[in-house]
């Protein structure tokens, strides 16, 4: 079974900070993928970043990054200079087994 | 290209009575997903179907819910009788991949909030 871990449920921050989200999950498949989706008020998710787990290399994309790190099995996401449209709550999830599951979420707002 | 479809986005129903909800996933996918999401929780899978097939339905009440997709395109999921606690978003979800290939990719439709009184 997959089990996905989101340990913070809201953060708060000042418009400019770094914002980083954890993520822990578990599963028994050597072939997975991990991803981020992002679901503003509108409701609908938002496909952020997508990782599978034969590549632990961490990677910037604009104001996006993650660290990924297989031993810990952590997915961590950070956003930089956070904005206000950045307001949401963010998903972790683990593709396995033909199934997308899902963490708790963490809500975060950002403060003008 | 149009992205997921999903209607109603909102219904209001009183409880014990039925009501359904209709996707109509990205042209082309031949996966298709029904999650449920609960107020300040992730969603859920109930069903996953691959063209008319509900390859995965272990998570779906059968008691009271039911899902079909005839013809492999767009899908119903059903409810019937309602209870207070089905309250939640109803999201439909597809994806390009399935047997064979499998990235996880899925591209989801802004769903059908349903209250139940």
């Known amino acids: 079974a997959q089990k996905v871990t989101q340990a913070q449920t809201e953060i708060s921050v000042v418009e400019k900070e770094d914002v980083t989200l954890d993520c822990v999950y578990e599963?028994?498949?050597?072939?997975?993928?991990l991803f981020w989706y992002k679901q503003p008020p509108s409701g609908e998710l938002v496909f952020l970043i997508r990782?599978?787990?034969?590549?632990?290399q961490n990677e910037i994309s604009g104001r996006y990054s993650w660290n990924f790190q297989k031993s810990t099995s952590s997915f961590n996401f950070t956003i930089t200079a956070s904005q206000v449209v950045d307001s949401a709550v963010y998903f972790c999830a683990l593709w396995a087994d033909y199934k997308l599951s899902f963490g708790a979420g963490t809500t975060v707002t950002v403060r003008a | 290209e149009a992205g997921v479809v999903q209607s109603p986005r909102y219904k209001i129903i009183e409880k014990k009575q039925p009501v359904a909800f209709w996707c109509n996933p990205i042209?082309?996918?031949?996966?298709l997903y029904w999650y449920l999401q609960n107020l300040g929780q992730g969603p859920e899978l109930l069903i996953r179907y691959e063209n008319e097939e509900a390859v995965d339905d272990s998570q779906l009440p059968k008691d009271r819910f039911s899902a079909e997709r005839l013809k492999g395109v767009d899908s119903t999921l059903k409810i019937q009788p309602a209870e207070l606690g089905d309250s939640a978003v109803y999201l439909c979800?597809?994806?390009?991949?399935?047997?064979?290939?499998?990235?996880?990719?899925?591209?989801f439709g802004e769903g059908s909030r349903l209250t139940v009184l």
């Open positions: 979800a597809s994806s390009i991949d399935g047997r064979g290939l499998n990235t996880g990719e899925l591209f």
């Open positions: 599963t028994r498949d050597t072939t997975y993928y």
């Open positions: 042209s082309g996918h031949n996966t």
């Open positions: 990782r599978n787990s034969f590549d632990e």
